[in-house]
């Protein structure tokens, strides 16, 4: 497959039959959605719904995967809340597999400064149970580095940078959570695109996720808005085997058409 048609996009929360649709008049191939809200909601599955995505998928060659909420604190500790996440989390698995999605993006969580190690050891033994309980149900986990946040913000969030996302890498088996690498993150802090990827490589990538920033705070530009490198973000991963898809987190639909018409030439 070429590399304009690896390139796919987040659905967000449009429902995902309208967005399977577009995919298809537009020759998509690979698409993320949300199912926390709106017409996705989790509440809203019936079995004859979810048959219908996966024959629409399975019929025009369409790979879908179920993007979880960064807002849920995967790092929860406190009593009753902590296991509702544990819950949230495994009926996103569940849902996924009904759906014959192709992957899960999940995250570590978030801290507030005061309670890090805590935070940590709950963030990373929740999700070694949930990256065995994908890999025991034949779903792909895979983790989402996530975007740093101003010093002096309460909130933080973890697996934002090189040594952070190691931690769990280094807990967590291979072959039970892989990475959802977030190349306009990996750009907000100092190791910065080719940091992450000296440090991990593509072996663990599931799938890469754009956009673009100037290096200074999360926002979603187009790519050229920005001050990414992506021609040397392109040329690194495909030089170096990667053959996995990438998804567009950003943009209209017109631009994002355009968008990938434009990234498909590089590399």
């Not at 597999?97 to 969580?109: E, I, R, Y």
């Not at 100037?214 to 992506?230: A, C, R, T």
């Not at 170096?240 to 987190?249: D, I, L, P």
Request: proline share 3%.
């Amino acid at each position: 497959m070429s590399l304009k048609n690896r390139i796919g996009f987040d659905a967000g929360k449009t429902r995902i039959e309208d967005a399977i649709r577009w995919a298809i008049d537009n020759k998509f191939h690979f698409l993320d959605f949300n199912a926390d809200t709106g017409p996705n909601h989790m509440d809203t599955w019936t079995k004859e719904r979810a048959r219908n995505v996966r024959n629409m998928c399975e019929s025009n060659d369409i790979s879908i995967g179920l993007h979880t909420l960064s807002a849920v604190n995967v790092a929860e500790f406190s009593p009753f809340v902590a296991p509702a996440v544990e819950d949230y989390m495994r009926a996103s698995v569940d849902l996924a597999n009904l759906l014959n999605c192709q992957w899960t993006v999940v995250h570590a969580g978030y801290h507030f400064s005061g309670d890090i190690a805590e935070r940590k050891n709950a963030s990373v033994e929740r999700l070694k149970r949930i990256a065995k309980y994908g890999a025991d149900t034949g779903q792909k986990i895979l983790l989402e580095n996530l975007n740093f946040e101003p010093d002096k913000a309460e909130v933080h969030y973890m697996a934002h940078n090189v040594e952070e996302t190691k931690e769990y890498f280094d807990e967590i088996k291979p072959e039970h959570l892989g990475w959802a690498f977030t190349a306009n993150h990996s750009n907000l802090v100092p190791e910065g695109i080719d940091g992450f990827l000296d440090a991990f490589g593509i072996e663990r990538i599931g799938e890469v996720r754009l956009a673009d920033n100037d290096g200074d705070y999360e926002v979603h530009l187009i790519p050229g808005k920005g001050n990414i490198n992506f021609n040397n973000l392109f040329t690194r991963l495909e030089s170096a085997g990667y053959k996995g898809h990438y998804s567009m987190a950003y943009g209209s639909d017109e631009e994002r058409i355009e968008s990938r018409n434009q990234l498909g030439t590089l590399a």
